[in-house]
Each structure stands twice: as structure tokens, then as C-alpha cells.
């Protein structure tokens, strides 16, 4: 399992969508479902606006991001577009809200560390 501590020893609270900020255009509403540090990998539940639920697969060279190596935070609410892949749905250019960055971009992120149990 892998979890997001804090040096402290606490947990990474998942960023939520902000109320009243709508998805970047073209881009879908998902929730971090699973990250898998060792592989840069992980799954987006994405909502599109028809109501379906989408299981979408990301890599870390997909992440809106400022460090080397960016990770996301299962229960985070982030924002993607989505391609169709021959095999998978994959997910493209995933960030926070209205393009930013996400969570572990956030300014005190150096205080926080992937962990494997």
C-alpha cells in the first residue's frame, strides 16, 4: 500500500474541487482513485457531464506539475482530458483547477513523502 505522510506523521488531506469553478474546456472533473509511486502510475475516476463514470489510467508524464517527480494524492479532485487509447481510456494533461498545478505542487509539499507499507 502506498500512503502520503507527512514528516510530522501525518496524512496528506486530499484537495478538493472548488465550488463553483467549472472544469478548464475540454477537460473532465475525476477523482485520484489509486497512485502507484514505483510505476508513476495510477487511476482517475473521471464524471462526464452525460452522467457516465470513466476508470482512466494516468502516468506521471501526464501530471500538471513543477517537481521531477510528480505524484498524485488518492482522494484528490483534479481536472483531465480524456483520450481513447486502442486498449484503455488514458488520461492527458491532468492538473488542479483552471490548468494549475496539482497537490503535491502545493508550497509545503517538500514536507511530504511517499510511503510504502
Known amino acids: 500500500m502506498i500512503a502520503v505522510k507527512q514528516h510530522s506523521g501525518g496524512h496528506m488531506t486530499p484537495r478538493k474541487w472548488p465550488d463553483d469553478v467549472d472544469p478548464t474546456n475540454g477537460k ?8 502507484r509511486s514505483e510505476e508513476s502510475h495510477g487511476i482517475i475516476q473521471a464524471l462526464l457531464a452525460n452522467g457516465n463514470l470513466l476508470r482512466v489510467s494516468v502516468s506521471a508524464d501526464d501530471i500538471v506539475s513543477n517537481l521531477h517527480v510528480p505524484f498524485l494524492v488518492p482522494g484528490e479532485e483534479v481536472e483531465l482530458m480524456i483520450e481513447v487509447n486502442t486498449y484503455m481510456l488514458i488520461a492527458r494533461h491532468v492538473s488542479g483547477p483552471q490548468n494549475s498545478c496539482v ?3 502545493d508550497s509545503d509539499a517538500d514536507k511530504f513523502e511517499i510511503v510504502l507499507r
Open 103 to 105: 497537490q503535491c505542487d
Open 28 to 35: 473532465h472533473i475525476g477523482v485520484v482513485t489509486s497512485w
